[in-house]
């Protein structure tokens, strides 16, 4: 397995155990901002330029569909970052509003939190045993 698969998926998979937890921690106060950040287009764009940004790194530099599943892994999680990037940066803050009520964001919040958290424990502890 490739020093940079390693390295992927210790940054990732570390970035999402700790922001799963801390925003469980604090679902008031995350979905409280995340409302106000649909409210404001500066930040909605400043957020897709820098989702882009980082879902274009991973996927120029990490294409990878083979050699086990912690590589695929995290290309899925590459293409995926560079799609919502895109989807932010194209939608109108109505649309994004609509996006978020169809995601019951409130109503799933814990859902999402394991989902996240389930992904970063997997990247770590593969990454960390590779």
Known sequence: ??????FLAKLLGLYCVIVALAMSANKKGVIDTVRALLQSPPIVLLTSIITLAIGLALVIGHNV????ALPVTLTVVGWITLVKGLAFLSFPPERMKKLYEALQYERLFFLYMAVTLVLGLYLTIA???A
């Open 1 to 6: 397995m490739s020093p940079l698969t390693i």
């Open 65 to 68: 569909w083979s050699g086990g």
């Open 127 to 129: 990454a960390f045993l």
